[in-house]
């Protein structure tokens, strides 16, 4: 009875809105549909946008619409390849930098390309090393092989699983795990209480990262957010999906809205059985 009881007096992880998830509308739009919609804070994506790269001008935003920034996704994409310098190393260090500025507590990181061969040979070592500098939170994130019809291109090292290195912290991307094909539920549990960050989305076995809205595709979005709530997570759960194809500004903010309420709706699921 005590334990259902402590259970029950458990906060539910707080819900944020990635600036991804508005483009091509810009990285202050997200601030404002994020405010708007009644979101928990923002995920920043450092990517080609000014304004995302720039902390004074991300702290105006959050201070604007009331939104707290709760994590940074340091800029790790092929398209941000220059984005804040093109030493991996020195990214990660702005990345940390923007964080404890800003009040978020975690920095997403994806494990890096092969042919950053010095970066993925110190890659393990050297994010536990930076982790140790620091109370921010580096999760490093599940990526995906890259397919061409029936071709399979591995893209990352050590590995685009990272649950098969050491490191402390962990971002569960549930649009790759459907783009890998991986067993959604045994990568939850594999990385256990590393598990410091979730990106929520939905996917198919698509060759494509899809970013769904969750519950448009066939991943376990639900029963992944009620054994997190069940279990008493402390990270944040951040929508990440892509609205490009939305044919308003309007169709948009309806996807962010159903995906926010998906998200409230199954991570209370589990705390009104529990009580």
């Known amino acids: 009875m005590a334990q259902d009881s402590n259970r029950s007096a458990l906060r539910a992880p707080k819900v944020a809105l990635s600036t991804a998830s508005v483009y091509p509308e810009p990285t202050s739009a997200a601030f404002e549909i994020a405010g708007r919609l009644g979101y928990d804070g923002v995920e920043v994506m450092v ?16 201070d604007q619409h009331g939104v707290p920034i709760l994590a940074v996704h340091a800029p790790c994409l092929l398209i941000t390849q220059r984005v804040w310098s093109t030493d991996p190393w020195t990214k990660l260090k702005r990345a940390r930098a ?54 399979e291109l591995l893209a990352y090292a050590p590995n685009w699983d990272p649950t098969e290195d050491d490191y402390r912290h962990f971002t569960l991307d549930l649009s790759h795990t459907a783009t890998s094909r991986s067993d959604t539920l045994k ?6 209480d590393r598990l410091a960050h979730l990106h929520l989305a939905d996917g198919t076995d698509s060759a494509k990262d899809e970013h ?48 926010l309420a998906f998200t409230r709706l199954h991570l209370s699921t589990s705390r009104l059985a529990d009580s």
Do not use: I, K
């Open 98 to 151: 923007a964080a404890e500025s800003l009040g978020a507590s975690t920095v997403v990181v994806h494990p890096p390309f092969r042919w950053q061969r010095a970066y993925a040979r110190e890659f393990e070592r050297g994010v536990w090393r930076m982790a140790q500098e620091t109370d921010v939170r580096f999760a490093v994130e599940n990526m995906y092989p890259w397919r061409y019809r029936d071709r």
């Open 187 to 192: 990568m939850l549990d594999t990385m256990g």
């Open 212 to 259: 769904l809205v969750p519950g448009r595709g066939d991943q376990p979005c639900a029963e992944v957010l009620e054994r997190l709530a069940a279990s008493g997570f402390d990270g944040h759960v951040v929508v990440e999906v892509n609205t490009r194809r939305a044919m308003s500004s309007q169709e948009r903010e309806a996807d962010l809205a159903d995906a």
């Open 47 to 62: 990517w080609t946008d000014p304004v995302s790269q720039d902390v004074d001008a991300l702290r105006r935003l959050s």
